[in-house]
């Protein structure tokens, strides 16, 4: 019985040397040890799947349950509508705004970050004096959270006095109303987080260039290859499956976005930029609408769980390798 | 003949370092254009900043103003002690969690692990709303336990340390026996010092994730008293913005210093450690 609960990936136990004395102290140890098992179990196991119940599960369960009703004021279920919520909601065109929203947003966020990232790595990625003072720049962003850069970004998207505009009546380009213009701030909540996102993923990216065993660009080299060459043929496949971790990591901080929509836009300008997170809020504890502010987090989690589940997928792959 | 071509040679390999490290200058300047922006205009006094201008005599005085009349310091203390408190409890709930997972033996083990590691893909910002109410029912609104006991575990912790004990050699957990060491005993003396680096890179990615938190604060405290940073810096910014750029960027000055300090001094070993949990 015991025995059947075994890890089965785990390494078969060593063959004792036939000294039956110390092994039969050892079996009896073992037994008694076994039968403490269960008590350490429950206290070691238990801080955990208690905290993880509170406020991970039964939360999941109890929005699940109030996407089904109407709410009150304190968000207590009243009537029970089945999945009418989910029916309206998908026939809701400010919603659907939101999500196409929201699909750009993270859409965009991930490339750029992947490409940038990337280029930042490559170049890095080389032995000359110095580099280590640029590698701990392109690091640097990590550091900073997210209210610094919604600040940061602000000042410079500011319409009168931000340095991208001035930037532009000096180039003789038009001036962009950065955070007023829907487009417009789209692309400035894009930039800030990609911004955000590229000291991590540099340092992810970096990693991953470096243990490209150099053999192959030696190899590639005899072949008389040149270096966009070896970058598609080599670099690239072999840090595949770091591409896809970024991506999906990227992804799924990107569907979480909430600070910066808060500071920099609050939503706005009409809706451009009101993504998912910062819509359940504002449905939620702005206009007291728990009903629908649970279906859009149900919504919420079913997009996030699927791209966490090709990660996982991704991650046993990786394990494998 | 020979000598020229070598020559033309250099002068394509310096040409081609010159190239080199001007990319890496455009691109150091663009990513840290914003912190340069930032500091310099904490430094400028904020009727010139108004007025569109980047030049003006430089003081201290935005951090004199910020350090005097916003509770900045009271903030950054507030997410001091909040990100210390959950780092620990990370480390220690997760531990002794993922030590379960491996060294003990009782039924359901596995399909427990599955239940944790499901955890992982249900987002928090999908479950605010009961877990707002949770706490309201707890009387826990605007106090220091709101911000720390819904997050005492991490189960992204208890499956990055699961990995990392798996990789104790399993003779070691037998010799134990044998010697007779209880459980407590033997992840106090080999599990945790085995898993030294494993344990450092979660107590960041924890002190770390602590430290950004936004929305969950923001909706669960309402002084100044108990504000961390990140919410204190949204408080600052929408009584302050229009009016007094200088203090805003100098409060944010002095959030994002300390942080890039640790980033700097800490850069090497962080980096092994990330590697290490990605490049496997």
């Known amino acids: 019985m015991i025995s059947s609960l075994r890890p089965s990936k785990r390494?078969?136990?060593?063959?004792?040397?036939?000294?039956?004395?110390?092994?039969?102290?050892?079996?009896?140890?073992?037994?008694?040890l076994k039968r403490n098992d269960k008590y350490y179990a429950w206290l070691f196991l238990g801080p955990s799947l208690l905290v993880l119940s509170i406020f991970v599960f039964y939360p999941m369960l109890r929005t699940f349950y109030l996407s089904l009703f109407l709410t009150d004021n304190f968000g207590r279920p009243t009537v029970f509508v089945g999945f009418q919520n989910y029916v309206n909601l998908l026939a809701t065109k400010s919603y659907l705004a939101s999500l196409q929203a929201t699909g750009i947003y993270v859409v965009g966020v991930a490339t750029f970050t992947i490409i940038v990232g990337l280029l930042l790595a490559a170049v890095a990625n080389q032995k000359i004096k110095g580099i280590e003072f640029f590698r701990t720049i392109f690091t640097s962003t990590m550091g900073v959270s997210v209210s610094v850069s919604a600040i940061f970004w602000l000042f410079m998207f500011n319409p009168s006095i931000g340095i991208l505009n001035k930037l532009a009546v000096g180039l003789h380009l038009p001036v962009v109303n950065w955070l007023t213009d829907p487009h417009w701030a789209m692309v400035a909540v894009i930039m800030t987080s990609v911004w955000m996102h590229l000291g991590f993923t540099f340092l992810i990216f970096f990693g991953a260039l470096q243990s490209v065993p150099k053999t192959l660009y030696d190899a590639a080299d005899v072949a008389g290859t040149n270096s966009r060459y070896q970058f598609w043929h080599i670099t690239l496949p072999m840090i595949s499956p770091t591409l896809f971790f970024v991506a999906v990591i990227t992804l799924i901080s990107s569907f979480k976005s909430f600070g910066l929509i808060d500071l920099m836009t609050a939503g706005g300008p009409t809706n451009a930029t009101n993504l998912l997170v910062y819509r359940v809020y504002r449905d939620a504890f702005v206009d007291g609408n728990y009903a629908l502010a649970s279906t859009e987090s149900i919504v919420l989690a079913v997009i996030i769980a699927l791209i966490t589940l090709i990660q996982f997928k991704l991650l046993a792959k990786r394990v494998n390798y | 003949m020979e000598m020229t071509t070598a020559g033309q040679a250099s002068i394509r390999r310096r040409s081609g370092l010159v190239f080199k490290y001007l990319l890496l200058a455009v691109l150091a300047f663009v990513i840290i254009f914003p912190f340069i922006l930032g500091l310099w205009t904490s430094f400028l006094p904020t009727t010139e900043i108004a007025k569109g201008s980047l030049q003006g005599h430089l003081s201290w005085q935005n951090y004199h103003d910020a350090f005097t009349q916003t509770p900045i310091l009271r903030y950054l203390f507030n997410s001091l002690v909040i990100s210390l408190i959950q780092m620990a409890a990370h480390l220690f709930f997760a531990s002794i969690a993922a030590y379960a997972f491996v060294f003990l033996e009782f039924k359901y083990r596995e399909q427990l692990f599955y239940v944790v590691l499901a955890t992982m893909m249900l987002p928090f910002e999908a479950e605010v709303i009961p877990n707002?109410?949770?706490?309201?029912?707890?009387?826990?609104?605007?106090?220091?336990?709101?911000?720390?006991?819904?997050f005492l575990t991490s189960a992204f912790g208890i499956f990055m340390l699961r990995q990392a004990f798996k990789q104790i050699p399993w003779d070691l957990k037998e010799a134990a026996d044998v010697d007779g060491l209880s459980h407590w005993q033997f992840y106090r003396q080999v599990a945790l010092p085995y898993s030294k680096i494993s344990l450092l890179t979660l107590a960041a990615y924890s002190f770390l994730g602590s430290w950004n938190q936004y929305l969950w604060p923001m909706l669960t405290t309402f002084s100044n008293r108990l504000r961390p940073v990140q919410d204190g810096l949204r408080q600052l910014h929408s009584e302050e913005t229009a009016t007094n750029w200088g203090l805003i960027q100098a409060s944010a000055a002095i959030v994002v210093i300390p942080t890039l300090i640790v980033l700097f001094w800490g850069q090497r070993y962080f980096k092994s450690g990330l590697n290490e949990g990605s490049v496997k």
């Open chain 1, 11 to 32: 390494r078969p136990q060593p063959q004792l040397t036939p000294e039956t004395g110390s092994q039969v102290t050892a079996g009896i140890k073992n037994f008694e």
């Open chain 2, 132 to 150: 707002f109410q949770t706490v309201r029912s707890l009387h826990l609104l605007d106090h220091y336990a709101v911000m720390v006991i819904p």
